[in-house]
Nanobody, 115 residues
Framework: QVQVVESGGGLVQPGGSLRLSCTAS????????MSWYRQTPGNRRVWVAT???????SVAASVRGRFTISRDMAKTTAYLQMTSLKSEDTAVYSC?????????WGQGTQVTVTS
């Protein structure tokens, strides 16, 4: 079983930055693809960024140039560096770890951008 824990959310002013972390632990036998999604109340979860098991990254057009995804050398923690934050970036950000056998999600971390 794999546990996924996000951290790093919080309250930030427009134009500010935050770095979210997603750490996977437990029965990990291969490098997962790790993705960030976000969701606002009443709306569906929306994909934000992915880093593949091989390290290839992709970022949604809506945040490209402002958000960057990366991972640590152990490949069990992924980061979402968010800059030039806008009020519309306010959401719960969740991390998904994708393995060949299935996927695991974290509980999410709240990001609130407000002045």
């Amino acid at each position: 079983q794999v546990q996924v824990v996000e951290s790093g959310g919080g309250l930030v002013q427009p134009g500010g930055s935050l770095r979210l972390s997603c750490t996977a632990s437990g029965s990990i036998f291969s490098t997962p693809a790790m993705s960030w999604y976000r969701q606002t109340p009443g709306n569906r979860r929306v994909w934000v960024a992915t880093i593949s098991s091989g390290g290839t990254t992709s970022v949604a057009a809506s945040v490209r140039g402002r958000f960057t995804i990366s991972r640590d050398m152990a490949k069990t923690t992924a980061y979402l560096q968010m800059t030039s934050l806008k009020s519309e970036d306010t959401a719960v950000y969740s991390c998904k770890c994708q393995f060949a056998a299935g996927e695991s999600w974290g509980q999410g971390t709240q990001v609130t951008v407000t002045s």
